[in-house]
């Protein structure tokens, strides 16, 4: 199911990486229009880029999303929207 979330808004996905399944969870920070990347550079320094997946455009309304990590940076992650669900807070 697809949610219309803005910035601000948490949310969970699932994802699957060297054989194991592992739930994140995080906040919105940048809603991406159809047909636009992510300006990354703007996220320099601020938040933990090295998960981050390429920037090419994606054909729907998409979602950067923070996840809050040990190293006291946030990652920052471009799941596919049809994964996210919203936390009730």
Do not use: C
């Amino acid at each position: 199911m697809l949610y219309d979330f803005k910035v601000g808004d948490k949310v969970r996905w699932v994802s699957h990486a060297r054989g194991r399944w592992k739930e994140k969870v995080g906040e919105i920070i940048e809603v991406v229009p159809p047909n636009h990347g992510v300006v990354l550079s703007k996220y320099r320094g601020k938040y933990i880029l090295s998960r981050f997946g390429k920037s090419n455009p994606r054909l729907h309304t998409s979602y950067v999303v923070a996840v809050p990590s040990k190293s006291g940076k946030p990652k920052l992650y471009w799941p596919r929207a049809n994964q996210l669900e919203p936390i009730e807070t």
